[in-house]
């Protein structure tokens, strides 16, 4: 089973949780695959849920394995400073070390002294942080391994810096301590550092809830609602869903539960006019289509061709005829300026640092920069300011990511009304209660998975006068 990297919704397919060895202990192979693929991974040179894809393609594996795999990589991710300090106090783990008779390299004074294997971090990662025993690691280690793993284990545990404690990068423990208090903060990270349940969009134009969740639970797939969105389910299990018929007849998409409140946020209305002018590969545009009860008109657009091409299919296995895709050639491309002040409904889901779904994206933190943030403000800016104009008197605007950066979230939307005195902003929380959601989200909705159990999103809903 393939783990794909699941952005804030998307696709059917999810990776199985994390698989136990069998009783006979890890397999050799086996470690030695989840070695290989953590090393491709810890290159960063593409996505993770793409670098692994590629591994499975070229490296055959059965279901179960490819879960142990995936899981293995990605806690590694989630875990790496961690693991980088663990390792960095205890013995070089290199070839001398495992010759029989030789004496382990005594640890650098400075932690980070020294490159820390693949292969430290990824046994560290299951003896420590997934809690394998000796004897279910043994048949699979290499020699002088166990003693290395036992020697780690002796050491005093190390007192860990805040951006250790919360696996970030410094830059990013620069950007949030300021505006959170420690306790806080440190809650955000573990639950960022935890992974996902699966949740489903139940696709009302196809299917009532109850009903979705009895075809699932005939196939031994236990769902419940979600907390927040009355079209939410959340499952227990991570099955393989792309060939499931519910899934085939586009009955459900998988779709976090956050970003289904993105879509009832702009709660669009039968008939009208609507853009999703970040559309990718449509996860919104999809839920957008279903409120509209497939009425109206739904332009998609977005810059990536590639992307939109996934939309196609999705929107006509869920059943919509109202969705129009579009590729811009930029913001103010000329389809953008035609529909000036004509449009009721605006969804901006801009393109951003996706720290808010490390719980699926656990590689992101470790990819994005400084400068790779400043430079996704400067374009959130400048679509946000196209987008907007498409708007007609008293038309509604939301502007949404997945970050848990100010740079990105409520800078953006200030600055925005700050230079746009015919807008003003809606509260999300009354918007999402006039539907009976009931949800503590403030103003402009700030979800977090240790609060809410969703990805961290943030959504600001802007009004143009009437
Ligand atoms: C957060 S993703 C959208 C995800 C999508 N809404 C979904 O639910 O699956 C942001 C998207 O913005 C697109 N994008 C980047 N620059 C853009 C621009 N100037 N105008 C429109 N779309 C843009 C990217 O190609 C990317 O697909």
Redesign the pocket.
Known sequence: MIARRQ????RGQKPAGSEAPTADGLAADLLNAAVAATAQLLTFNQPADAALSAFFRARKSGAKDRAFIAETAYAVLRRKRLLERLAACGPNLEPSFLAPGATPKRAPKTPGARRISPRELVLLSLSRVRGMSQRQLENALMPGEAEWLAEIRRQPEPELTLAEQLDFPDWLVERLAPRMPAEELLALARALNTPAPLDLRVNTLKAEREDVIKRLAADNIAATPCPYSPLGLRLKTKPYLAKHPAYLDGSIEVQDEG?QLLGLLLAPKRSEMVV?????????TLILGALMRSTGRLYA????DK?LAKLKPRAARAGLSNVHPAC?S??NDTRVKRLQGKVDRVLV????SGLGTLRRNPDLKWRQSPQSVDELSA?QAA?LAAAAKLLRPGGRLVYATCSILAEENEAIVDAFLAAHADFHRLSAQEILAAQGIVIDCGEDMRLSPQQHGTDAFYAAVLERAK
């Open positions: 952005r804030t919704d998307d970003s999703d002018f970040c559309a990718g590969a449509g996860g919104k657009f977005d810059v990536s992307r811009l930029g913001e889901d801009a393109p951003c374009k679509i």
